[in-house]
């Protein structure tokens, strides 16, 4: 079956396919011959509106099969800054405005938000300061305004968000301690994060994000102990290239073989260094710019935040 081609046969298709849920997706991505990760891109390229009345009506469903959304980047050169680690409300403030001052400047094409962006410590399995556990909600509110400021700073830049280990704790704590309220459309993070009303696309836990097939962008779930080993156990575990976050830590390792050279970076974090409930830790402040070309080729620019300052083109950000 042929692509929508018209603004009309858009229209329709998108009308459609906000309707129905996730089984009937499959469906319409089956008899179009394209794969469901390409339907999601269909809807959000077509440049339609979402009717929200319409598609509150739909069930909410995530596929559970871990593979990765396929993200093709246009022809020539396009930049995806990737950040993460945020853990609102331990975010450093100072930073984070440094980063997005620098972001509403560069106007990357893409902006992923590569997990952990709230901490939900409510809901930790460690001890917790009573006095916190009432404050989820305005938490959460952190996240929802640091989105909201992307939207109308960077209103051109596709931005994805991928599920880091901490909502995935939301996540686990639903299942396991409250499995009946588990399913409700407005406990998901989609809904928590109201990732929808800022137009930012949803990853599941550990699918990550493949662009052009080479590169592939998630959280990750392995910590090592030091600064670029978790690199090398994500190119043992994964093989090919990517970035993760996760270990809060800056790092990079690269590996030549007889089919080119691939390489893994740690996206270090743009938390807090000192949050009340760990003592000194091994981490790094930071984020990376990821320069795609469509033919799969990438160049990844990792950007240190020592001090609260990071330096780029020759121009020093958030102070002297
Ligand atoms: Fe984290
Ligand atoms: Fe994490």
């Not at 009308?15 to 469906?27: M, S």
């Not at 949050?275 to 799969?296: A, E, R």
Request: glycine residues 8%; charged residues 25%.
């Amino acid at each position: 079956m042929d692509k929508p081609n018209t603004e009309e046969e858009w229209d329709i298709w998108c009308k459609e396919w906000d309707r129905v849920g996730h089984q009937e997706k499959l469906r319409i991505a089956k008899f179009y011959e394209i794969s469901y990760d390409s339907a999601r891109h269909w809807r959000s390229d077509s440049g339609v509106p979402i009717r929200k009345q319409e598609r509150g009506d739909a069930p909410v469903e995530f596929p559970r099969a871990n593979v990765p959304m396929l993200l093709k980047t246009a022809t020539g050169i396009s930049t995806a800054a990737i950040i993460g680690d945020t853990h609102n409300p331990y975010q450093d403030t100072e930073v984070v405005k440094t980063v997005e001052d620098f972001l509403e400047q560069l106007q990357p094409e893409y902006l992923i938000y590569n997990g952990d962006i709230n901490d939900f410590y409510q809901v930790s399995v460690f001890s917790k300061d009573p006095a916190r556990l009432g404050k989820l909600q305005s938490d959460i509110d952190i996240s929802t305004a640091m989105f909201k400021r992307h939207s109308m700073t960077m209103p051109n830049t596709k931005k994805i968000f991928v599920e880091g280990t901490h909502e995935n704790r939301w996540f686990k704590y639903l299942q396991d301690k409250a499995p009946a309220v588990s399913k409700l459309r407005s406990t998901n993070i989609t809904e928590l994060y109201k990732l929808d009303e800022f137009d930012i696309d949803y990853v599941p836990f550990e699918r990550g994000v493949l662009v052009n097939g080479t590169f592939l962008i998630l959280h990750g779930d392995i910590v090592s102990a030091h600064s670029s080993y978790t690199a090398r156990r994500h190119y043992e575990k994964h093989g090919g290239s990517g970035i993760c976050n996760h270990t809060h830590r800056l790092g990079s390792y690269y590996k030549r073989d007889r089919f080119g050279i691939w390489g893994w970076w740690e996206n270090g974090c743009l938390c807090s260094l000192n949050p009340d409930w760990i003592q000194n830790p091994d981490w790094q402040q930071g984020f990376s710019l990821v320069h795609f070309k469509d033919n799969g080729r990438y160049w990844v620019e990792q950007l240190p935040v020592l001090d609260g300052r990071f330096i780029y083109g020759g121009d020093i950000y958030g102070g002297n």
